[in-house]
Nanobody, 122 residues
Framework: QVQLVESGGGLVQAGGSLRLSCAAS????????LGWFRQAPGKEREFVAA????????TYADSVKGRFTISRDNAKNTVYLQMNSLNPEDTAVYYC???????????????WGQGTQVTVSS
């Protein structure tokens, strides 16, 4: 069982940066994969990034490679998404999620946070 709470969303101008945080709790945290998904208006929820427990293996959606960085601090039970060079197409609700294997498939993620809104103005 994993509980996730996101924070750090907000309004930012195009070209700017935001760092999202996701605080995790639960006895399975140490063995979990943590990921980020996002859902923009009128679109399906899509994969953004994921990271293994060790932090040594990460994977990113092509749309964010080179701009976003996922990391985790297990001492703080927190996963981060550093978002740079933001553009209006990044506007979405961002969700933190936990899985037991590294995957880009939404159905592999069993636990979800409430989401945090990211709005990028042009």
């Amino acid at each position: 069982q994993v509980q996730l709470v996101e924070s750090g969303g907000g309004l930012v101008q195009a070209g700017g940066s935001l760092r999202l945080s996701c605080a995790a709790s639960g006895r399975t945290f140490s063995s979990s994969v943590l990921g980020w998904f996002r859902q923009a208006p009128g679109k399906e929820r899509e994969f953004v990034a994921a990271i293994t427990w060790s932090g040594k293996v990460t994977t990113y959606a092509d749309s964010v490679k080179g701009r976003f960085t996922i990391s985790r601090d297990n001492a703080k039970n927190t996963v981060y998404l550093q978002m740079n060079s933001l553009n209006p197409e990044d506007t979405a609700v961002y969700y933190c999620a936990a899985a037991y294997v590294l995957s880009i498939v939404i159905d592999r993620y069993d636990y979800w946070g409430q989401g945090t809104q990211v709005t990028v103005s042009s």
